[in-house]
């Protein structure tokens, strides 16, 4: 089994949702999924693009982009993708269309397209571009920037249905369709490194305790 529950930085936990974990997944992996998945699905029905359209992602290779550039994939969704450098091909593996954060990224992003939709899933003081990019602070959503309300975007904080989501992660392993690697993992004594070093951003997918 996997999924979620609270107080689960220890050797027992109990979980408040849970579903059976895919064959070919390993414990390590399968814990990667359950939160990012939730909020990917979450912030894609919030922000209410559909198939056909183009979400534009800024921050798209952790967990959280990772998750979104997949299901988006699935349901026909055309993404566009921000990262550094180093993250391009590894964007570019999950289906998007990727370019680079930093001086000049607005005008690249509309080189590659025009934008529906858009997410902030780093906090990288993007919400003016986003907003301009998309023409409607409604068509923006932010996991990570305290400054939505300034910008009329709305920020996305409060979870939904883990059972739901756990189901969507479950159905989409199945068909081959997600992946999201596990960049580092951290026995639980360092669950502290695990934080800093995770908040310091660059991550390629999950950083995971394991016990």
Do not use: C
């Not at 369709?177 to 490194?193: D, M």
């Amino acid at each position: 089994m996997f999924g979620e529950g609270t107080s689960t930085y220890a050797e027992f936990a109990v979980l408040s949702a849970w579903a059976r974990m895919p064959g070919g997944l390993t414990f390590e992996e399968a814990a990667g999924y359950p939160s990012v998945m939730e909020t990917a699905l979450r912030v894609i029905r919030e922000v209410g693009v559909r198939p056909g359209q183009t979400l534009l992602v800024s921050g798209a290779s952790g967990g959280v982009g990772s998750a979104v550039l997949q299901i988006a994939r699935d349901r026909g969704i055309t993404v566009i993708g921000t990262a550094g450098v180093a993250n391009q091909d590894y964007l570019r593996s999950l289906g998007a269309l990727a370019t680079t954060y930093g001086e000049g990224w607005a005008e690249r992003v509309r080189r590659l397209g025009r934008v529906d939709a858009a997410l902030d899933l780093a906090g990288s003081s993007v919400l003016r571009e986003l907003v301009d990019l998309t023409g409607d602070p409604h068509r923006v959503v932010s996991i990570a920037d305290p400054a939505t309300a300034e910008f009329g975007v709305r920020f996305s904080g409060t979870a939904g249905s883990m059972p739901e989501a756990l189901a969507e992660t479950t159905g989409l392993l199945a068909r081959g369709g997600l992946r999201i690697p596990v960049e580092k993992s951290y026995p639980l004594a360092e669950a502290a490194a695990a934080h800093i070093e995770s908040q310091a951003g660059h991550t390629r997918g999950r950083r995971v305790l394991i016990v």
